[in-house]
T-cell receptor, first 117, second 110 residues
Framework: GAVVSQHPSRVICKSGTSVKIECRSLDFQATTMFWYRQFPKQSLMLMATSNEGSKATYEQGVEKDKFLINHASLTLSTLTVTSAHPEDSSFYIC?????????????FGPGTRLTVL | DAKTTQPTSMDCAEGRAANLPCNHSTISGNEYVYWYRQIHSQGPQYIIHGLKNNETNEMASLIITEDRKSSTLILPHATLRDTAVYYCWAGGTSYGKLTFGQGTILTVHP
């Protein structure tokens, strides 16, 4: 199956700093990638849709100025958590799909665990 | 997307079949049923999907009722590594946008 990677897998930062998370599709191109957030013991919550070459689409309640998304190429999307605070501590996961697999078969990255002190 | 309802948790003995139900009574005619699972602290993993016919792959079987209002994911010989949260999703209009419910926590016991 298709492979999606994320970097870093784990990051600890001080409150007020910015953190960038990368999501890469390793063996396919993805014009669209998705970013999710998951708090402990909860389900995944879709944050935004990342579109290559255009602005991301954010879900209701997600601050676009706080969670900056850049989809610079067909294999890379980045999520930057700006001025991170402890409440931003969460498990961030991206997904993408090769168009030939159909849009419903999403391949997920391994996730990035962010801890803000 | 159709609203889905799944039991909160289920247990299964190792080596036995695990049957995970999902109710999606509001599913429309062009919406597929997808199953994913998430092992602790990992990203979700696609398992299987179907429209109206039963489907089988190397991981599982998917049984969809004739009226398509519910489905069952079957892991034929559960192993300890199948312990995970299993998510059922039914949709067809939002390209790639998956909205996850709470899923079913499946615990496979030795």
């Amino acid at each position: 199956g298709a492979v999606v990677s994320q970097h870093p897998s784990r990051v600890i930062c001080k409150s007020g700093t910015s953190v960038k998370i990368e999501c890469r599709s390793l063996d396919f191109q993805a014009t669209t990638m998705f970013w999710y957030r998951q708090f402990p013991k909860q389900s995944l919550m879709l944050m935004a849709t990342s579109n290559e070459g255009s602005k991301a689409t954010y879900e209701q309640g997600v601050e676009k100025d706080k969670f900056l998304i850049n989809h610079a190429s067909l294999t890379l999307s980045t999520l930057t958590v700006t001025s991170a605070h402890p409440e931003d501590s969460s498990f961030y996961i991206c997904s993408a799909s090769p168009s030939a697999s159909g849009w419903g078969e999403q391949f997920f990255g391994p996730g990035t665990r962010l801890t803000v002190l | 997307d159709a609203k889905t309802t799944q039991p909160t948790s289920m247990d299964c003995a190792e080596g036995r079949a695990a049957n995970l139900p999902c109710n999606h009574s509001t599913i429309s005619g062009n919406e597929y049923v997808y199953w994913y699972r998430q092992i602790h602290s990992q990203g979700p993993q696609y398992i299987i999907h179907g429209l109206k016919n039963n489907e089988t792959n190397e991981m599982a079987s998917l049984i969809i009722t004739e009226d398509r209002k519910s489905s069952t994911l079957i892991l034929p010989h559960a192993t300890l590594r199948d312990t995970a949260v299993y998510y059922c999703w039914a949709g067809g209009t939002s390209y790639g946008k998956l909205t996850f419910g709470q899923g079913t926590i499946l615990t496979v016991h030795p």
